[in-house]
Nanobody, 126 residues
């Protein structure tokens, strides 16, 4: 069983930055591919970013390219989402997820992930 705990969310003004962390316990983290998703009120969950199990390949949604990056620290069992130049439309609950199968490419499809965190709220204000 793998447990994921996100942190780092909060209230930030437009143009600001936040870094979300997702700490995993259980399983062999170095084998995990990972992703970040978000869900805004009244909207469906959407893909934000993903990283391959080696950490060598990443994928970002068009809406966050150039502003967000995803990284993975195997020594700390942690996946990060670094968010810069935040916009009002980035307001959402952010979820991390992991795929245990050593997937060599970043995965955008949520149903490919095995475990999910509880989410952390990010609110961007003017």
């Amino acid at each position: 069983q793998v447990t994921l705990v996100e942190s780092g969310g909060g209230l930030v003004q437009t143009g600001g930055s936040l870094t979300l962390s997702c700490v995993a316990s259980g399983g062999t983290f170095s084998w995990f591919a990972a992703g970040w998703f978000r869900q805004a009120p009244g909207k469906e969950r959407e893909f934000v970013a993903a990283i391959s199990w080696t950490g060598g390949r990443t994928d970002l949604a068009d809406s966050v390219k150039g502003r967000f990056t995803i990284s993975k620290d195997n020594a700390k069992n942690t996946v990060y989402l670094h968010m810069n130049t935040l916009k009002l439309e980035d307001t959402a609950v952010y979820y991390c997820a992991v795929d245990r199968r050593r997937t060599p490419t970043p995965v955008r499809q949520g149903d490919q992930y095995d475990y999910w965190g509880q989410g952390t709220q990010v609110t961007v204000s003017q």
